[in-house]
């Protein structure tokens, strides 16, 4: 088993270490958390040992799980991989795409693996379906949050929309060749509600929504390919695919036929994948253990998680000054 230990106990971070403490890939060893206060409380209610340093957990572990602030990624991962330490990262994987760059390098060059927890990877309603997406060229996504005061320090785009735009990039594959972006600051000091149209060389549109003040959650996605639709809803883990095949000679008297001006026929099948549930959480910790064990590529690696947090970087920048966005 590989010795593990959490850098941060905030909300996601007591997610881990339970998720840690049940799997039997891993061996808990602690956590630390720079607040003496809620350190005492999480060794109260669940027992973890608590370490007195980050240096402390990290001397004492085979693989360090980062879920601290965005802004403390950089440092955290450095030290760890220094150290020789296999890290499993939160997303976005650092603060800025120099950080990023930087810690690739790093984990090239002190032999580490590294996981960044773009967690909707593991969601079984897009598992279901992945294998069946091929060349989409039209995608349309929305992710809409009810407002959460937690996450409001940074944009909208990496604090939601970098989920889908890591999916997207996972199943597109050609290089972006457009980005136009537009994002609005409703309550707070970064963008609340943000859409972007991202264009690829091979003619793939992407359009995607996202907003942290709705009135209700949305987590959907749909890819439009040559005859066939197929619609992911990560909230719910349903999926459907809709395919269209030419009309058989003898159609079911039930089918559902769509003819065009050139009287071309075509018959509409759907689908319904099985969606098998799961711990998407614990499936990303878990894999990431296989990948160290087996010496293969992890899932979501540091050049995936590089690749979509420079993505969302072009995004922002798109925006206009926080001065002109507040209404």
């Not at 002190?110 to 060229?137: L, S, W």
């Not at 209700?216 to 996605?221: A, L, Q, S």
């Not at 499936?283 to 995936?304: C, G, M, Q, R, Y």
């Amino acid at each position: 088993m590989l010795k593990v230990g959490v850098l941060g106990a905030g909300h996601l971070g007591k997610i881990h270490l339970r998720l840690l403490a049940q799997s039997e890939k891993y061996d808990l060893i602690g956590f630390y958390d720079p607040s003496a206060d809620n350190a005492k409380e999480v060794v109260k209610n669940f027992g973890y040992t608590s370490f007195g340093s980050v240096d402390a957990l990290i001397d004492a572990v085979d693989v360090v799980d980062i879920v601290t602030p965005t802004l403390s990624h950089f440092d955290c991962a450095k030290n760890a991989i220094e150290k020789g330490r296999h890290i499993f990262i939160e997303k976005p994987i650092t603060n800025t795409v120099l950080e990023a760059e930087a810690i690739k390098t790093l984990a090239s060059q002190y032999h580490v693996k590294g996981q960044v927890g773009h967690v909707e990877r593991f969601n079984p309603a897009f598992t279901a379906v992945k294998d069946k997406i091929n060349n989409p060229m039209f995608i349309e996504t929305h992710r809409l949050a009810e407002f959460n005061p937690r996450g409001t320090d940074v944009p909208v785009v990496l604090d939601l929309m970098i989920h889908d735009i890591d999916i997207i990039l996972s199943v597109v594959k050609s290089k972006v060749k457009n980005v136009h972006a537009s994002g609005i600051s409703v309550i707070s000091k970064t963008p609340d509600i943000a859409n972007a149209r991202i264009e690829f060389e091979n003619g793939c549109v992407a359009n995607l929504t996202a907003s942290r003040i709705s009135m209700k959650n949305m987590r959907k996605t749909r890819f439009f390919q040559k005859d066939a639709y197929i619609s992911v809803n990560f909230l719910s883990k349903e999926s459907e695919v809709v395919r269209m095949k030419d009309v058989p000679e003898t159609p079911d008297e039930f089918a559902m036929i769509l003819q065009n001006d050139e009287g071309v026929k075509k018959q509409i099948y759907f689908e319904n994948p099985e969606v098998t549930n799961n711990n998407a959480i614990l499936d990303e910790l878990e894999t990431f253990a296989d990948a160290i064990n087996n010496n293969s590529t992890p899932v979501v690696t540091l050049e995936n998680g590089a690749d979509a947090l420079r993505l969302a970087q072009r995004v922002i920048a798109c925006f206009k000054t926080e001065k002109d966005l507040k209404v």
